[in-house]
Structure formats: C-alpha cells, structure tokens
C-alpha cells in the first residue's frame, strides 16, 4: 500500500478523491429522492465551476511561484464593474469594456509582482495591501450594483454547448492554456525553478523576477475573467460580488487540494481542476441536502485539512525513503569491518 500510494502522482490522487466524493454524493442524493446525474444536476456542477476555476488556475501560477494572491476578489468585483459600466447595455461597448477590464486587471498584477520582487515584499502582504487599495476605492465610487451588460454578452454567461455550460469550456480552455506555459514554455519551466528555491534559480543564472511578475498579471487577468463571467450572469457590475464569492481563500484551497505545494515549485493546472470539481460537487450535494450554510464551510475545512495531512504525510514517506538507502554514520561505525 505504501508503494502504491508514492508511485501516485497528486493528480491522480485528486481525481480518485473526485471519483469517491462523486460516489458518495450521488448515493446521498438518491436518499432524498433525487438523481445526482440529471442532467440539470450536472449543469449546476460545471456552472459552479467556471468561476472559481478562472480565479484558481490564476492563483496556481502564483503560488507555484512561491508567492499568494489575497486582491484576487477585488479584481472580479472592479472587473465586473468597468466592464458593466463601460458596455452600458450596447452590444457595441462590449469590446471596449472587456480589454478595459482585463487591462486595468493586468495592471493590478504587474504591480503585486513588482512590490513582491524588487520590493522584496511578502507575496501575502503585497497582494493584502493591493486588496485593500482596491476595496478602498470601491466602497467609496459604488454604492450598489452599476452599469448594465448587454444581452449579447449575457449569452455567454447562460449559453449551452450541449449539456456543457459555456463558460465551463471557457475556463477549461484557459486551463490548457496554462498548461501550455507551464510546460511548454520557458517562462513556465523558470516558474516551477523560482518556486521550488529562488537562490538556486538564481545562482542558475535564471532570472527569477521575470516568472513571478508574469505569475502575477497573468493571476489578475484569470480573475478578471471570473468578473467579467459573472458580469454576464447577473447582467450588472456588483462591488461585492468578489469577496462574497470568497474567491481568495477557496482558490488558494483548490489549489492545495489539487496537489500544488503551498511553498511552491510543483503542483499542476489539472491538479487544481480537480480540487475546483470537488468543491463543486460537495457545495451540490449539501445544497441538494439542504444543508445548514455554516456546515458547509465545516465540511470545506475539514476535506482541506485532510487534503494536506495526506500531502505531508506522502512528502514525509518520500524523504524516509531517500535516507533509508544510506546507512547512518552510527550503523556505518557500529558495523564490523568486512574482511
């Protein structure tokens, strides 16, 4: 068992913890007279995942880094509103307000990755600093919602591909692309090296600013992206809309869940998918269930918690193992000399 469980790769792990909490789920379901795979169950899954999954697979680049991402949910609620207001309702608006939204997003990110490399500043109080910056200027220009979106980008908030939301296959399709520039390209592979020990990646002779600040713009953008999506749904620009969604924490839990090192250096894009899905599938079960609303995070907290005890304890069996082939200096001593 032990064997099995270091041959395993995060992911793997990930996807068959989806498997069991999908099992799981569905039986759950059923004894309340439900079907867990309707087909507008399983709408209501991957429309639930679009989301939270723009603003994970950001956050995964950002602390794959080594470094944390907290203004990610002032960023979705400032990018749903100067998309909202700049469209106006006219369809002709709709250009201009998305590059609007997703420059200033962009902006945002070059500078949490400016204040953390050559500020040298903590990439949790950076990003927290940023945060507030932003919440600051949101509660004092927005009283309530604003601007309004026009039906034609509505569509891509409530359009179907089959039985597939839309904006599922949007997010998904921005997942393979980080997977492209994590493993395709140079920047991604310097990313995953600044990660796993700055110093070394620099007496490498990489550069190790570079990686990081791209992390950072490329994280606004992704949660930029989750503003202008729920721009679509709710037809209007909210200043809450972000730090009601909890985006920060739950995206930095998806990540964990899905196998990244919250150090950084290792973890994967899909790895993050899978923690997003099962977030997406638990928050189904227990709202099917009608579960209490404070359970919900009870039951959140204690899926994270198991997640990373079966991480560490893997990381743990991993360097036993490495040492165990050495004999210590004390065995070495205490073994009579061989003839």
Known sequence: MRLLKGRLDP??????????????????????????????????????????????????????????????????????????????????????????????????????????????????????????????????????????????????????????????????????????????????????????????ARLSGLRTSQPLIVAHVLCSVTAALAGLLLASRLAVGSPTVGTQGGYDLLSIAAVVLGGTLLMGGRGSVWGTIGGVAIFAVLDNVMSVMQVNPFMKDVVRGIVIVAAVAVYTGRAIERRRARFASTPSVKEATDEPARV
């Open 11 to 200: 992911t793997v792990i990930v996807y068959l913890a989806l498997l069991v909490a999908v099992v799981i789920g569905a039986i759950l379901v059923a004894t309340v007279g439900r079907n867990f795979f309707s087909a507008g169950n399983i709408r209501d899954i991957l429309t639930g995942m679009s989301v939270l999954g723009f603003v994970a697979i950001g956050q995964t680049l950002v602390i794959l880094g080594g470094s944390l991402d907290l203004s990610v949910p002032y960023v979705v609620s400032l990018a749903s509103l100067l998309a909202a207001d700049t469209m106006a309702g006219s369809s002709a608006n709709v250009l201009p307000g998305v590059l609007l939204a997703l420059g200033v997003a962009a902006l945002i990110g070059l500078v949490n990755g400016l204040v953390v490399t050559k500020l040298r500043v903590n990439g949790f109080i950076a990003t927290l600093g940023t945060g507030l910056i932003v919440k600051g200027y949101l509660d004092t220009q927005y009283k309530g919602t604003s601007g309004d979106v026009p039906w034609e980008f509505r569509l891509v908030g409530v359009t179907l591909i089959g039985p597939v939301p839309l904006s599922t296959l949007l997010m998904l399709a921005v997942a393979v692309l980080a997977w492209v520039f994590l493993t395709r390209s140079r920047t991604g592979h310097h990313l995953y090296a600044v990660g796993g020990s700055s110093d070394v």
